[in-house]
């Protein structure tokens, strides 16, 4: 049975990672991280927006594209909220069954096409970017202790970033950390809108391992999802630690190689996984 480690505690019994029927051994040579609940805060700026009198995210956008084709053509909402909820549903399904994420534009010509509506292109690129900036306008909180264990871990290992690209796209989550002072310790960048893959398809975790020179086999990823953050990077050959810090949901059911509730506990996990 393999050792799973919570909080650099050892706890036996969990499933770990094995390769061929043996242990896998290779030396960790460098860092990958995921973005959304294990450095990004996911939703934190809700509250943020509701405090200035703002729509909520998801009715804001549905609005912005309502606006947009009702100055073309008079519809009312409701024909717009039922074809975002269609395009919506096809969008979740292709990103958990086929591993792609549909660019913005994509999915808003998916909506225009299905309500046989047309905007112009000037319009649409202006749907486009109200869209894909919401969260660069009003930005969610990094997660506490994440900025000094990414300046920790840079120190001795090449950092990438994997991440999947929902709304804001690779450009803007580059601008968000580069809001929060962290983007210059990062080597590598795998943005799936930018890939054309997401987690945990393989081009993902390639790329940032070719970006860093180093093999697959010798990366660690930090995510907070099971299945593409731990079982997605163990899959192929790397460890994984689960981030519980602001979502826990897969801690009872993950094969993590390591558990980690706090940052400031990452960079001494990392440093322990080493060689193992």
């Given at each position: 049975m393999n050792d799973t480690q919570i909080g650099g505690n050892v706890v036996p019994g969990r499933v770990g990672q094995y390769i061929n029927?043996?242990?896998?051994?290779?030396?960790?040579?460098?860092?990958?991280?995921?973005?959304?609940?294990?450095?990004?805060?996911?939703?934190?700026?809700?509250?943020?927006?509701?405090?200035?009198?703002?729509?909520?995210?998801?009715?804001?956008?549905?609005?912005?594209?309502?606006?947009?084709?009702?100055?073309?053509?008079?519809?009312?909402?409701?024909?717009?909220?039922?074809?975002?909820?269609?395009?919506?549903?096809?969008?979740?399904?292709?990103?958990h069954t086929q591993f792609v994420t549909w660019r913005v534009r994509e999915r808003l010509q998916i909506v225009i096409d299905g309500l046989g509506r047309g905007l112009s292109e000037s319009?649409?690129?202006?749907?486009?970017?109200?869209?894909?900036e919401m969260e660069?306008?009003?930005?969610?909180?990094?997660?506490?202790?994440?900025?000094?264990?990414?300046?920790?871990?840079?120190?001795?290992?090449?950092?990438?970033?994997?991440?999947?690209?929902?709304?804001?796209?690779?450009?803007c989550l580059r601008q968000w950390l580069e809001l929060n002072h962290i983007l210059q310790y990062f080597q590598g960048f795998a943005f799936s809108d930018e890939v054309g893959f997401s987690k945990p398809h393989r081009n993902m975790f390639a790329l940032a391992a070719e970006q860093m020179g180093v093999a697959i086999e010798e990366m660690v990823h930090v995510g907070d999802r099971d299945h593409n953050d731990i079982k997605g990077a163990q899959a192929l050959g790397m460890k994984a630690i689960l981030f519980t810090g602001t979502r826990d949901k897969d801690k009872a059911i993950t094969t993590a190689d390591a558990i980690c509730a706090h940052?400031?506990?990452?960079?001494?996990?990392v440093r322990s996984l080493v060689g193992q």
């Open positions: 029927g043996r242990r896998h051994r290779r030396m960790i040579k460098a860092v990958t991280f995921d973005l959304w609940d294990t450095v990004i805060h996911d939703d934190s700026d809700e509250p943020k927006r509701a405090a200035q009198g703002l729509r909520s995210k998801k009715e804001e956008r549905r609005y912005l594209l309502w606006e947009a084709l009702n100055e073309t053509s008079p519809i009312t909402q409701e024909e717009v909220w039922l074809a975002c909820n269609t395009a919506d549903a096809a969008f979740n399904h292709v990103w319009a649409l690129d202006l749907v486009v970017q109200q869209y894909e660069i306008n009003v930005a969610p909180d990094i997660i506490d202790g994440a900025a000094d264990a990414i300046v920790d871990l840079s120190q001795d290992f090449p950092l990438a970033v994997v991440s999947d690209a929902i709304v804001s796209p690779g450009r940052h400031r506990e990452l960079p001494g996990i």
